[in-house]
């Protein structure tokens, strides 16, 4: 199993980066776990990359999934609706923790 720390930025302009130190993971077979502890900066771009490289292990049988998430990105996947891609539950927006859309740019 390996573990790619993702940072504490996925802001657009750390989109391109991220998708470089992902891209070595891509055909491996083992578990790739993305640690998200310390995500404090979202753009929808980044969670793009994110789904992206989800989708391109899943179409190939290989498992990958998220630990730790920080509440910004637990924000952002709820309010892009990308739970279920990133294995975060059903997306369904959960009615004690109201999402804040400022957690998110360009989030529209």
């Known amino acids: 199993m390996d573990t790619v720390h993702l940072g504490d930025d996925l802001g657009i ?14 055909d491996r077979v083992d578990a790739v776990v993305l640690d998200a502890a310390d995500v404090r900066r979202v753009h929808t771009a980044g969670m793009q990359v994110l789904c992206a490289f989800f989708a391109s292990r899943a179409g190939i049988g290989h498992p990958t999934r998220l630990q730790g998430s920080s509440e910004q990105m637990l924000d952002a996947a709820r309010l892009l609706g990308l739970g279920p891609v990133l294995g975060l539950g059903d997306g369904s927006p959960d009615p004690s ?12």
């Open 13 to 26: 302009e750390a989109s391109t980066g991220l998708k470089e130190r992902l891209a070595p993971y891509l």
């Open 97 to 108: 923790n109201a999402t804040d859309a400022s957690t998110v740019e360009n989030a529209a």
